[in-house]
């Protein structure tokens, strides 16, 4: 699955460019954006293409460039609509690529060419799922909080003798929690 994501609508819906920014402000929206994609899709990143509009752009920036895999588009003597309209456009596999925006414009854009469409809000919760399931450690939730029947039956069998030895005699004796020591 390939992403092609409407940069600025997708930071205004994580309400990163709300109030005054000041002087670098939206260049550190779009570099915590293109962090957080970074860290969801880790090697896949490169599946990944955020279009903003150059008109808010760094000076001198390229139209094109990568950061951490994910290919990034500046909409040079255009809005970043009509890029992400014409990549849409030119798309070999439309099935096979989602469209992010809140735009109804590239949304019907996104549809006409049969690609995915998600809301802002909707990818954002599922970029969140992404995270999370790339934090997790491998097997972390692999154990099952209470032993299945077969499991418990296998190590009653196993351990059945131990009742019998004395040594274990005290161990398997019921007592209180918070038994008194003896004095």
């Not at 809005?79 to 030119?90: C, F, K, P, S, T």
Request: aromatic fraction near 6%; hydrophobic fraction near 35%; glycine fraction near 8%.
């Amino acid at each position: 699955m390939r992403y092609l994501i409407d940069g600025y609508n997708l930071l205004h819906a994580m309400g990163a460019l709300g109030g005054r920014k000041g002087p670098g402000g939206l260049e550190r929206a779009r570099q915590r954006l293109l962090g957080l994609l970074s860290g969801a899709y880790g090697r896949q990143a490169s599946a990944v293409t955020v279009v903003f509009d150059a008109a808010e752009a760094p000076r001198d920036v390229p139209a094109e460039q990568d950061h951490q895999g994910i290919h990034v588009r500046f909409a040079h003597r255009q809005e970043a609509d009509d890029l992400i309209e014409q990549l849409i456009r030119h798309t070999g596999a439309p099935r096979r690529l989602t469209v992010v925006s809140d735009d109804h414009r590239i949304q019907a854009a996104a549809r006409r060419r049969r690609c995915l469409v998600a809301g802002c809000t909707d990818y954002l919760a599922e970029l969140d799922r992404r995270y999370r399931r790339r934090r997790t450690p491998p097997g972390a939730d692999a154990k099952p909080e209470r032993p299945s029947r077969r499991e418990t039956q296998h190590w009653l069998h196993e351990f059945a003798d131990l009742s019998d030895d004395p040594s274990f005699k005290d161990l398997a004796e019921p007592r209180e929690f918070f038994e008194e020591p003896d004095s």
